[in-house]
């Protein structure tokens, strides 16, 4: 990801201080670019619970760190029983991504049975495995769906291949490069004339305030969109691709993502718009087969819903729009069905979002989901 021609990740030790890990502040984007230091444990998990950062990758590898930080505290226990309670309580921030999980339970297993004095070490080393690890993931998801987008390509020479997104699945929801905006860079990298139709992404907005932002760092054409507004652009033909990004998918192709993809993938289907999903494959919960049924769907507070966040005269404000008196749900998240997704784009290659197309994908038994 670049900002004003500087590329750099999302989460990082801070320089010159290795008990300090640096985070940017997503929560004032666009209008204030914010870097915010995690200096404990329980920083890590108000960053997770409050949405400093977003998306499953990098909440993994939040909580990654976050692990690290606990082993530097001070404390009457071992280290060994002040990171498994940490782990604990980390596990409890947000329930869908399945990323956060995955990395608990990859960090406790690399330090079992380590020596309290080699316990820090062993966590910093996970961590960052795991930040540059998912740098290459994002890199492969982005290098397969290039592929497609290139097949659009030479179906329409010369012409803009139009790419529909919702929610944020890009560099800021990973450690870099992103999900379903990494075969986008590519394209964009490439020459390939690519224009994305963003999303706004209510609540909370990240498609037009995350995806929006980076997009324009890094020189993409794009156009943002209400939410209700992508079904109409696909009636009359201006959408040639799909691509969202996923929290948890299940071993049988179902997708959970952010609220409002079932309805894009719904329309998608009616309109013979190809609908892919970009995904790590710390996203599969190879567990469950049942999206529907079985993954947990977080509700989060109302405020998301009855405030609208912006600025005005260099001030960030939030502003009521809603009565008082009115109820609100708010639900975070919406599953989409495996028959109605085109295909999964992963960092081993695109396949069926199908239980057959996955194992195949990932024949050799060895995935890193949970």
Partial sequence: MNRKGENFRTIWLKPGDPEIVQIIDQRKLPHDFQIHDLRSCQDGIHAIREMLVRGAPLIGATAAWSLYLAGLEESTASRHDRVQQAAIELGATRPTAVNLQWAIKRVLAAIAGADDDDLVRLLREEAESICNEDIEISRGIG????AIIEEIAARKPGETINILTHCNAGALATINWGTATAPIYFAHQKGLNVHVWVDETRPRNQGSQLTAWELAENGVPHTLIVDNAGGHL???GMVDLCIV?????????DVANKIGTYLKALAAADNGVPFYVALPSTTIDWNIEDG???IPIEERDATEISHIYGESDGRVLAVNTVPTRTAIRN???DVTPA??????ITELGTCAATTDGLAALFSSGEHPGP
């Fill in 143 to 146: 290098h397969h769906g290039l």
């Fill in 234 to 236: 696909m009636q009359h």
């Fill in 245 to 253: 990004g996923t929290d948890r998918t299940t071993r049988s192709g």
């Fill in 292 to 294: 529907l049924a079985d």
């Fill in 331 to 333: 639900i975070a998240f």
């Fill in 339 to 344: 028959r109605l997704v085109t295909g999964l």
